[in-house]
């Protein structure tokens, strides 16, 4: 794609977005959608820059009616047993759009991830929900497609990871103290995992959605309540167990916090260090409390550890603000940004208080006394079942809401929300526009290779330090309950940087080295410059 054709579509992409009005403060918002008639409690951003939303089908009609026709059937609803309105839909980034989709289960509480071929995959659910596999493709007229008996044990709560070939492992969720694989093997087999067990509290849980990332060297990394162990998936054994956070606080549903991979480095290495940061949550005893009427303040502490050393620890760091149900995602320059929650209380109906509407930015290469940073808050409540996702322009797409059995939108504390927003990092104030570099070859959807070089020409208008341009790569995740599954990025650094003409420069890396590292499938990919990062193109690592 030529330099004008890229400036083009950029504008093109921009303009097709309402108007925001800028302020002083680090970070601005945008309201996207008044309503999409649904409240998106999961979400998936999709190799077409489309974004997959859905609630749950057992709470009421939605505001979104369906094609004529097509109706969902379930005579054990207890709200309503035939119901015409969706409870599903795709959003267009580009056209600031969306259309409704179909599930014929219940998908609440449900988990997933994108397949290497790009397919969203999504997995069990609620009631007649419970043991399905769904599949959408990303394609314009698309819909899910549903195998009623696709899961082997099932599945509420549960947590998804891709693998390095190709399958998604499913792991958790409530009763069941096992995982499995998707696609099935052809034995459709459990494999126990006494982990669970040990981590789950009577009549309260904290282990539901256990925080799971593929570690370097091939095992999984499974944090369940406030400790974590590193597994062995293929041959079912534990080879690691990581000490007990320190406070030994929960950190998982319902005393929901957060955690990601932190960014990962220097993938030539001999030895590649992996970290991950849990942030948040609610102190022991505050879902029974708030069942009562009693909501304790949240958690405010945020535990960092290094999975790959012989004897880690963590190391605890104070939030500036307490932040329960929030979410974490990944920005393109390698920073984590902390967004939607509230203050005290727990997951659950009606029992989060204090909503807190300024996301907050962690960088993580700083010193730890100085990796925190207040942003500018939104002035919309996203208390439990909001979501946030990274889009590839480098905004952060923000939805749901329900604390709610049913879509409640007056007489409650904190409404049902509809709406969707965008929040724009401080990486995108048109100050920057001159450093911000344009990405014009590769082009976008073109496939790479593990272990190759990889060249990638920019366009940067501004002054260039050389030594401060990089690459990264982020996984798209599926987003759902205050965690985002697959969630990864690769920083691929420079190896070689050289001007090539005015304002262009050529971009030399190595791509990473193994689906260890890398599970294969569809990426973004920015260039970095100052801190500031092009838009993304995609790549299809295979």
């Known amino acids: 794609m030529s330099t004008l054709c890229t400036f083009l579509f950029s504008l093109l992409l921009f303009a097709s977005q309402p108007l925001i009005l800028p302020t002083a403060a680090d970070g601005r918002w945008q309201l996207l959608q008044k309503s999409i008639g649904i409240s998106s409690m999961h979400m998936q951003l999709l190799k077409n820059d489309r974004v997959v939303m859905y609630d749950r ?52 509480c449900s988990s997933g991830g994108v397949m290497p071929d790009g397919k969203l995959v999504q997995t069990g659910g609620f009631s007649d929900g419970e043991l399905r596999v769904r599949v959408f493709s990303p394609c314009e007229s698309c819909d899910w497609h549903e195998t009623p008996n696709g899961l082997a ?12 070939d190709g399958r998604q492992i499913v792991v958790g969720g409530r009763e069941q103290f096992n995982y499995e694989f998707v696609p099935k093997n052809i034995a459709a087999d459990t494999f126990k995992l006494h982990f669970l067990s040990e981590t789950n509290e009577r009549g309260v849980e904290n282990n539901l959605y256990p925080f799971v990332f593929l570690n370097v060297d091939g095992n999984l990394f499974i944090f369940a309540n406030n400790r ?28 929901t916090g957060s955690a990601v991979l932190l960014p990962l480095k220097n993938l030539t290495a001999a030895t590649i260090q992996a970290e991950v940061l849990v942030c948040g949550g609610a102190p022991k005893g505050s879902f029974v409390q708030a ?29 500036p603000l307490a932040r329960v149900m929030g979410d974490m995602v990944l920005l393109p320059n390698g ?37 925190f940073k207040i942003l500018n808050p939104t002035n919309i409540p996203r208390m439990y079942h909001s979501t946030a ?20 939108f007056t007489g409650v504390l904190y409404p049902t ?95 990473p080295g193994s689906g ?26 295979k």
Not at 234 to 250: F, Q
Not at 494 to 510: H, L, Q
């Open 291 to 319: 069942l009562q009427g009693k909501f304790v303040k949240a958690l405010d502490t945020c535990g960092r550890i290094s999975i790959t050393d012989p004897k880690p620890k963590w190391v605890l760091e104070t939030m």
């Open 389 to 408: 996702v990274l889009l590839r322009d480098g905004r952060v797409l923000v939805g749901g809401s329900n604390p709610h059995a049913y879509y409640n």
């Open 153 to 164: 044990a099932k599945r509420w709560y549960a947590t998804n990871h891709v693998l390095p």
């Open 57 to 108: 089908t057992d709470f009421g009609p939605s505001t979104l009616p369906l094609a004529s026709g097509k109706c969902h059937n379930d005579p054990t609803n207890t709200v309503v047993q035939v119901d015409c309105t969706a409870h599903s839909v795709e959003y267009d980034v580009l056209s600031n759009k969306f259309r409704a989709l179909t599930v014929q289960s219940n998908v609440w």
């Open 228 to 255: 974590a162990i590193l597994l062995d998936y293929v041959n079912n054994k534990v080879v690691k167990t990581y000490p007990k956070i320190p406070g030994g606080e929960p950190r998982s549903y319902p005393s």
């Open 516 to 541: 260890n590292l890398a599970p294969a499938g569809f990426y973004l990919l920015f260039v970095v410059h100052q801190d500031i990062p092009s838009q993304g193109i995609w790549v299809h690592l």
């Open 417 to 511: 929300e509809l709406s969707l927003e965008a929040f724009y990092p401080g990486y995108l104030d048109a100050k920057f526009n001159n450093l911000r570099p344009t990405i014009v070859a590769p082009k976008s959807m073109s496939g790479i290779r593990y272990s190759k070089k990889l060249k990638i020409q920019v366009v940067i208008t501004g002054e260039v330090t050389l030594s401060l341009l990089s690459v990264t790569m982020v996984s798209p995740a599926f987003n759902t309950h205050s965690f985002s599954m697959n969630q990864r990025l690769l920083v691929l650094g420079n190896d070689k940087v050289m001007a090539s003409g005015k304002s262009t420069y050529k971009i030399e890396v190595m791509t």
């Open 335 to 371: 920073k984590v940004l902390v967004i939607n929650g509230a203050r005290s209380g727990s997951a659950g109906w009606d029992l989060g208080r204090d909503p807190v509407l300024n996301p907050v930015l962690y960088m993580p290469d700083n010193e730890i006394e100085s990796r």
